[in-house]
């Protein structure tokens, strides 16, 4: 692949010019491109083993301590995710995104409609989130939920956290994992999960804040057979929002999370319908 291939990511993908940036791009989005001229991803469920068997050799994580919990989250590093996709020798890996999203990944914006929706960057609601489940729960006053879904989840950083306290506790979970773009899920959100479950089986004080962690296919078997043994189902799930998308969310979680998902008013309805929907299939 061309040395030229290039993302508009800062070392740190957390970071306050780059929210006002966003908010500073994303407020003309509404005026500049209409509903009607965005096109949409249909809804698709991946094979969670299929995008685990095609994790790479090693990962480069730094770890998130939430403010005030003592909770802790891997992710992978942005470099690290960067460095991979600019050594594939085919991008059509993911055979349902188009032209348009190797475009866009190619490209300066963080955010391009109906093409590319910011999952490979990590928004900073997103601790905020992590935190109040991780202080909710903690405290009692929210019970551990055993269905989950979060819609534009990327980094999944407050799932990530739900699906460490599952493997650590015992909980049983099922989690749906929502981003717009397939290739998200592959490179952010599957390793991401990879990491939480390392995590959970580091022993007391032997988890490194930031560094590299092998990933061999025996790794892989384990993770996949861990998640089965614990009774942790995930649903990986790529496609813009709407009705079409509530075919995949039944039975309905009982609890829904978004967090910076909604930036322009284009997307407000889409989103109501999958929340609204939601309630309906579960009673709420």
Request: glycine letters at 6%; proline letters at 5%; charged letters at 20%.
């Amino acid at each position: 692949m061309s040395s030229t291939f290039n993302f508009n990511f800062a070392d740190e993908d957390i970071d306050i010019d780059e929210n006002e940036q966003l908010a500073s791009v994303t407020s003309s989005l509404s005026i500049a491109c209409p509903a009607s001229t965005v096109p949409s991803l249909t809804p698709q469920v991946h094979d969670l083993t299929g995008f685990v068997a095609r994790l790479p050799h090693k990962l480069n994580y730094s770890t998130l301590n939430i403010p005030d919990t003592d909770a802790q989250i891997p992710k992978r590093e942005l470099w690290d995710i960067k460095l991979q996709l600019m050594h594939e020798e085919d991008m059509d890996d993911v055979k349902e995104e188009d032209e348009r999203t190797k475009e866009a990944l190619n490209g300066v914006d963080d955010v391009i409609p109906g093409v590319y929706e910011g999952g490979f960057k990590t928004w900073e609601c997103s601790i905020d989130l992590s935190r109040y489940l991780s202080t909710e729960i903690s405290a009692g006053t929210l019970t551990f939920p055993a269905r989950v879904a979060e819609l534009g989840c990327g980094s999944a950083l407050p799932s990530m956290h739900l699906l460490h306290q599952a493997l650590v506790k015992g909980h049983s979970l099922s989690l749906t994992l929502q981003d717009y773009n397939a290739s998200v899920l592959q490179h952010v959100t599957v390793p991401n999960m990879y990491l939480a479950w390392a995590l959970s089986r580091a022993e007391e004080g032997g988890w490194e804040d930031e560094g590299e962690i092998d990933v061999t296919d025996e790794d892989k078997a384990a993770f996949l057979n861990d998640l089965e043994m614990k009774n942790v189902h995930i649903t990986l799930l790529s496609g813009g929002w709407g009705e079409e998308m509530l075919g995949y969310m039944n039975p309905a979680p009982s609890v829904l999370l978004a967090s910076e998902t909604i930036y322009s008013p284009n997307s407000l309805p889409a989103f109501t319908d999958v929340l609204n929907g939601c309630c309906l299939l579960g009673g709420y």
